[in-house]
């Protein structure tokens, strides 16, 4: 018997639910539901057009239920009236293929197949910027290798300190929170978990973080690269695989303490990593971090080709510690769940064909990479990512023709959009289209 929402409404003192999901653009959509309604909530779900978000339906569609997971009630720390739930999209009695977070436990489901558990932990970095977003909030913020500044991470003491109690509060464990590399930027960390619980908290983390931003004046952004010419924001996975209490990626005798399937889940991720770029990097603005020159700090921080290393952030995969990578290739406007879900089928196809990810390189990939002509690169911008998106079969395979074509269909005419107004050139600003159109990813 799941949790009953109606009594917990009752005993936490909750007037409120935000039903929500999220649409394969990523965008958090909630209808707002007093508790005396919960309960028939809890059974059908809360009714939403799909055409009017960013799914391919059309307005002659039935309506859409989202089904909320009780599992993932999260009471504001902010605004304890009001508690949030994360949904599985259904339409005509079934689940919608579509729905990113049906995409993640389909996946999910896959990986159960073989006993095993994907653990994941994302560093969800953003920026602090002015409300209409042309300049970072904190004007003495100006060092140019401003990446750890104690002064410019204490006078946004009151914001951080309120975004990581309240982590205590929800017991996702926070360790750290630093000023990260470009100038009004920052990150924090909370710890591992299963990979749904990893993709909902990452939704709540930016409706959290730009909710406390806005209560203490000011605006935060996920946006891939703001401003051209400071670091962007990633959204670094670390990942390993787990059976019961069983790293299933650890093993002490390797050089990096990785086991033969982390290697061969490793190589699956790489193998794809062109067609995943459409996923993990989704805006015409993602192209502007990945394959980027350096930043005013010195580096962007970010890959350009698909190779992988030991404890070397110039490569796209790290391997940080023993039994577990971190994959570098995400931005900040990635789809949560997409992100999981796209690592695990990649992952998994490398597995199943026990894949092999050649030597890892050890050079500075930033200054060397002249010397690897024939490594594969990144895509240069989201058209390249989409047509390969359209020719693998590994993700055709995981997700349905439908569900890519849908996808590719919908990022097409966001493309198009892009260009009735704007050439894609990295080496001018950011356009106005991209920060109208990203700020608020
Ligand atoms: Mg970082």
């Not at 307005?59 to 997971?69: E, G, K, L």
């Not at 002064?151 to 990260?180: F, T, V």
């Not at 050089?255 to 290697?263: D, M, Q, V, W």
């Not at 569900?403 to 892009?418: C, R």
């Amino acid at each position: 018997m799941s949790k009953n929402l109606s009594q917990i409404a009752k005993s936490k003192k909750i007037k409120y639910f935000l039903i929500s999901f999220v649409d394969l653009f990523g965008v958090l959509r909630s209808k707002l539901v007093p508790a005396r309604a919960i309960s028939d909530m809890q059974k059908n779900g809360a009714g939403f057009a799909g055409f009017a978000t960013w799914l391919d339906m059309t307005p002659a569609d039935a309506d859409m239920f989202a089904i909320p997971d009780p599992d993932s009630l999260i009471q504001l720390p902010w605004n304890k009236e009001v508690g949030w739930l994360a949904s599985d999209l259904w339409m005509n009695g079934k689940l919608v293929d579509a729905s990113p977070r049906v995409m993640l436990k389909k996946q999910i489901k896959e990986l159960s197949r073989k006993n095993l558990v994907m653990k994941s932990g994302v560093e969800c970095e953003y920026f602090l910027i002015s409300e209409d977003g042309s300049t970072i909030a904190d004007k003495r913020d100006i060092q140019s290798k401003p990446c750890y500044d104690q002064s410019a991470l204490m006078r946004r003491y009151e914001l951080i300190k309120e975004i990581c109690d309240s982590m205590i509060e929800l017991g996702w464990n926070p360790y750290q929170n630093d000023h990260e590399d470009a100038n009004g930027q920052f990150e924090m960390n909370w710890d591992y978990s299963d990979c749904l619980v990893t993709a909902d908290r990452h939704v709540f983390f930016k409706f959290m973080v730009k909710s406390l931003a806005e209560k203490h004046g000011l605006r935060a952004t996920f946006m891939p690269k703001p401003f051209e010419n400071l670091t962007g924001n990633g959204c670094h996975a670390h990942i390993s695989l787990w059976d019961g209490k069983i790293n299933k990626f650890l093993d002490n005798g390797d050089r990096y303490g990785l086991s033969k399937i982390a290697y061969n889940f490793l190589a699956g991720v790489m193998k794809n990593a062109e067609s995943l770029s459409s996923l993990f990097n989704p805006t015409v603005n993602s192209y502007r971090r990945i394959n980027a020159p350096p930043t005013k700090s010195g580096a962007s921080w970010s890959p350009s080709s698909i190779s992988y290393s030991g404890n070397n952030r110039t490569h796209m995969i790290r391997i940080p510690d023993p039994g577990r990578f971190e994959l570098r290739l995400m931005d900040g406007s990635a789809n949560p769940y997409l992100l999981q879900a796209g690592v695990i089928a990649s992952g998994l196809y490398g597995l199943n064909l026990k894949l092999d990810p050649g030597e890892p390189l050890s050079c500075n990939m930033y200054t060397d990479y002249k010397n690897y002509p024939n490594l594969p690169r990144l895509p240069d911008d989201l058209e390249e990512s989409l047509d390969m998106l359209n020719d693998n079969k590994v993700l055709r395979d995981a997700f349905g023709d439908h569900t890519i074509d849908s996808y590719i269909k919908l990022k097409k005419e966001e493309l198009s959009n892009f260009h009735k107004e704007e050439i894609f050139d990295k080496k001018s600003s950011v356009t106005n289209w991209e920060k109208q159109n990203t700020l608020d990813c």
